[in-house]
């Protein structure tokens, strides 16, 4: 037997299997915590159903944050679904190296970008994922990813209380803080009464309720609707002990700069909903920096 054999054969008997998924394993865990020591505030945006605006919250979050200087991060957990790509207009920019780290997309230059829908080749491509590589996958997108030093990580969530929020709670263990999209309908503030509820079971804060598509503002006579009912979201944050946020109103011209990939904090500054945002990121800043004079 040669020498070399027999020392792969010793190594091999010192590490074995189990020993080198241990080491791995801390590694990841120094590679995480390394990670996250350099964000600053964690922002979970969560939404009790599908539909309700939570990614174009998310998006906008995280646009109006990085174009007050902050350094941003917007992650988007949404692997079934991820549309953060689209909101911002940079799908599949990014190819896997094959390395260990992986640099973020960048929208500008305070706003980083990382979600499973910029390694896709086909936006219709089906993601099929169980539950538990679903954590592996979350665990990567924390853990190798660059984000540097970031003053906000806003983490967009898929609807609902299942394993990705779950696996994006744990990981950043506790120290994250939960915004709840919901709108005025009953079924929705059912839906995100459970959230909230989520929220206190794993000991999340919530920095309050954003009620979206609240009241329709008529282009053409200027009279507000509320078609979804309006004050929902207040009425259900007052019941539930949480702060609440604003209202953003239902805006058709959302929906044609969200498809073009156009943040409408940034494409649509003198609209009311911008201006209705602007105060809910006002509040979210103030919420995360108490004790910062206002100025
Ligand atoms: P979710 O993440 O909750 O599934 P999205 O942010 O993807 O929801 O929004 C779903 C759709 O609703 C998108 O087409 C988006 O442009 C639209 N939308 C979101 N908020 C508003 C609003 N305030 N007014 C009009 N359309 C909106």
């Known amino acids: 037997m040669s020498s070399e054999h027999h020392g792969s054969t010793v190594g091999e008997a010192c590490w074995g299997a189990e020993e080198t998924r241990r080491l791995r394993e801390l590694k990841e865990q120094l590679d995480l915590q390394e990670n996250l020591v350099k964000i600053g ?168 309720v954003v009620e979206n598509m609240s009241g329709f503002v008529c282009p053409h006579c200027g009279e507000s609707i509320d078609i979804f009912k309006s004050g929902g979201g207040s009425n259900m944050a007052g019941e539930m002990n949480v702060p609440f946020l604003g209202r953003i109103p239902l805006d058709p011209a959302l929906v044609s700069a969200g498809d073009k990939g156009l943040p409408f904090v940034e494409h649509l500054t003198a609209s009311p909903t911008t201006e209705a945002f602007d105060k809910i990121v006002a509040t979210v800043i103030a919420w995360c920096n108490p004790t910062a004079k206002s100025a």
């Open 41 to 208: 505030h964690k922002i979970v945006v969560l939404s009790g159903k599908g539909g309700v605006g939570k990614s174009s919250v998310a998006t906008n979050l995280a646009v109006a944050l990085s174009l007050q200087g902050q350094k941003t991060g917007l992650l988007d957990v949404d692997l079934h679904g991820p549309s953060i790509p689209t909101l911002l207009g940079i799908e599949r920019q990014l190819t896997p190296t094959g390395g260990t780290r992986i640099e973020p997309a960048a929208y500008n230059p305070n706003l980083k970008v990382m979600s499973v829908g910029l390694f896709l080749k086909d936006q219709d491509e089906a993601m099929i994922w169980r539950g538990p590589a679903k954590h592996g996958v979350i665990k990567q997108l924390l853990t190798a990813v660059e984000w540097g030093d970031l003053d906000y990580l806003i983490v967009d969530c898929p609807p609902g209380t299942g394993d990705e929020p779950l696996s994006v709670i744990q990981l950043l263990e506790g120290a994250a803080s939960a915004i709840v999209v919901t709108t005025p309908q009953d079924v929705a503030l059912n839906d995100v009464r459970k959230s909230v509820t989520f929220c206190r079971q794993v000991k999340l804060p919530v920095i309050g």
